[in-house]
């Protein structure tokens, strides 16, 4: 087999207009899950907005990312069809850049997450006095705590049914055990209530969203390292014409 007939029948293995149109629609998929997450309200009520830090930073990241590979993808498409160097170059050099970006990333991540995981229990038990408050703040807070308690059968944020004070008990049927319960129950005010506060059941929840961050990271890397690695092979065939 000549060289020629060689290159021609590695274009067929590779397909690389098929591995860019995988990268473009890699890029939709991760945009339409990205904003899933962010617009899912489960848990973001709990994080006042002058705190210091929020649960969606990943997620706003992953959504700039799904844009940028989108147009990366429709770019690179167009270059392998056209068989243009340069688009397939500019490309190349794109896609690896956001690679590094999400490796550096990936790094802090894991570097820092003692100090997440501090911040965010210093946030929640801040936010505990919201639950004892009378201000419109205070009441979207405790709203939205009381539909996360129906949900997850879970009471008050931290210590259990006492950090709602004097609001516990116009708030109280959200905390009421349902009979049977498959959560522990106690006694509070003369009330069967829940005796597992809701800080577990929130930070549960985060790592939830964190895995299927990561799951999606380590997918994106994969088909990211097949896109530079088809796209520099077909940079290199063109050349050689």
């Not at 940028?68 to 167009?78: A, V």
Request: net charge negative; proline share 2%.
């Amino acid at each position: 087999m000549g060289h020629k007939e060689l290159e021609k029948e590695t274009i067929k293995v590779f397909n690389p207009e098929k591995v860019k149109l995988s990268n473009s629609l890699c890029g939709v998929l991760i945009l339409a899950l990205a904003i899933w997450l962010r617009v899912s309200k489960s848990e973001q009520e709990f994080f006042s907005e002058d705190s210091d830090m929020h649960p969606y930073v990943a997620v706003n990241i992953l959504i700039a990312v799904g844009s940028i590979i989108m147009i990366l993808g429709f770019l690179g498409c167009c270059g392998a069809m056209k068989e243009s160097r340069c688009m397939l170059l500019t490309f190349f050099i794109c896609l690896l850049l956001i690679l590094l970006l999400q490796v550096a990333a990936g790094i802090l991540g894991v570097t820092y997450r003692s100090e997440y995981e501090q911040v965010l229990n210093e946030t929640l038990h801040k936010n505990v006095e919201l639950l004892r408050g009378t201000d419109e703040k205070a009441k979207s807070f405790q709203k939205a705590l009381v539909d996360f308690q129906k949900e997850f059968k879970c009471c008050g944020l931290v210590d259990g049914a006492s950090d709602w004070g004097h609001n516990f008990q116009p708030n109280s049927e959200s905390c009421e055990c349902s009979a049977p319960s498959d959560s522990p129950c106690t006694q509070y005010e003369g009330k069967s209530v829940y005796q597992e506060a809701c800080i577990n059941r929130i930070k549960d929840l985060l790592k939830k969203n964190l895995l299927v961050i990561i799951g999606l990271a380590f997918g994106i890397a994969f088909i990211e390292i097949l896109g530079l690695v088809f796209s520099m092979v077909l940079f290199c065939q063109i050349g050689n014409k």
